[in-house]
C-alpha cells in the first residue's frame, strides 16, 4: 500500500502512521462496521470525485440497515473527503471512508460502543491489474454462495459482508484463477468478491436485478447508463450459470476493478478470449467521462478544488 501524509479520524486529520484504534474496538471483533470505496480522477480541471454523494448516500443507508448512527451528515464527510484528498495533495486515489463501532464494551449489544469515522486516501491502481483491464481476467465460479438477505443484508457495504468475498477470492486464487463468481442461494449469478457483473449476449448487455443479492454498484449503474444513451439494449434479469459460458462477452465493474473485462470461467473461453468490441466501447466510454472529457456527465464529477 502506497502511504499518504494525513488520514481524517473523527474530525481531525492524524499522521498516517498514527491512526490507531484500540484492539478491543467493537467492530474488530464483531464486524460492526460498514464502508465505502470511491475513486478521486485528474480531469483538466483538477481532481475531482467519482459520484461522491452517491456513495456518501449509500453509506449512510449502510448505517441506518445496522442501526448505527453517524455522528456527521453528509454534507460534513463530503467536505471531508475533499479535504483529505486536498491535505494528501494527491490527483489521482482511491478513497474510503469507514464507519465503525469502537471502543466500549464488549459483546454482541454494541449500542453503548461509540460510532466512529475514518477517511483514507492512497494511490491504488486499477484493483484486478492493468494486464487485466486490457486482456480481461480469468475467473472461477465459487463454492460459496453469496450472502442471502436472511443471514445478512447484501444492499449494505458492511465489513462483516466481505468475508464471504474474501473466502471466494482465496478459493479462486488457490485455483489458479484471478477472480471468483458468487452465484445466490438460488443458484443464479449474482456478483464477483467486490464487483458487479455484466454479460452480452446478441447485443444485448445483461446485468443481475438486486434481488440476486448483488450490491448496487455506482460504476454498475453509470455503465447502464451509458450504455443506454449509446443505443445499446440493457436489461436486468436473472442470469443462470450456463449463460455466462455461452455468452458473446462478460466483464466486472466497480470502483476498484473500473471495468475489467473477463476472458475466461472456468475453463470456458468467453467469446473470442480478448476484449469484446462493446466491452471495449463501453470501457472506453466510461474512461473518457471519468476523466472529465464528456460535459454531459459532469454530474457524476465533484471537483476537488
Known sequence: MNKTEKIWMDGEFVDWDEAKIHVLTHALHYGTGVFEGMRCYDTAKGPAVFRLRDHMKRLFNSAKIHTMEIPYGIDELT???????????????????????????????????PVNVAIAVW?????????????????????????????????????????????????ALDCGYDEAILLNMNGYVSEGPGENIFMVKDGCLITPPRSSGALY????????????????????REILRDELFMADEVFFTGTAAELTPIREIDGRVIGSGS???LTKKLQDRFFTVIRGEDPKYEKWLDYVR
Open 217 to 236: 454498484g455506482f460504476t454498475m449503474d453509470s455503465v447502464m447508463e451509458l450504455a443506454e444513451d449509446m443505443s445499446i439494449p440493457t436489461a436486468e
Open 79 to 113: 467536505r471531508a473527503v475533499k479535504e483529505t484528498v486536498r491535505i494528501n495533495k494527491v490527483r489521482e486515489c482511491y478513497i474510503r471512508p469507514i464507519v465503525y463501532r469502537g471502543y466500549g464494551e464488549m459483546g454482541l449489544n454494541p449500542l453503548r460502543n
Open 123 to 171: 494511490p491504488w491502481g486499477t484493483y484486478l491489474g492493468e494486464e487485466g483491464l486490457m486482456k480481461g481476467v480469468r475467473c472461477k465460479i465459487s463454492s460459496w454462495v453469496r450472502i442471502d438477505t436472511r443471514i445478512l443484508p447484501p444492499l449494505a457495504k458492511s465489513t462483516a459482508n466481505y468475508l464471504n468475498s474474501v473466502l471466494a477470492k482465496l478459493e
Open 275 to 277: 476484449v469484446g468490441p
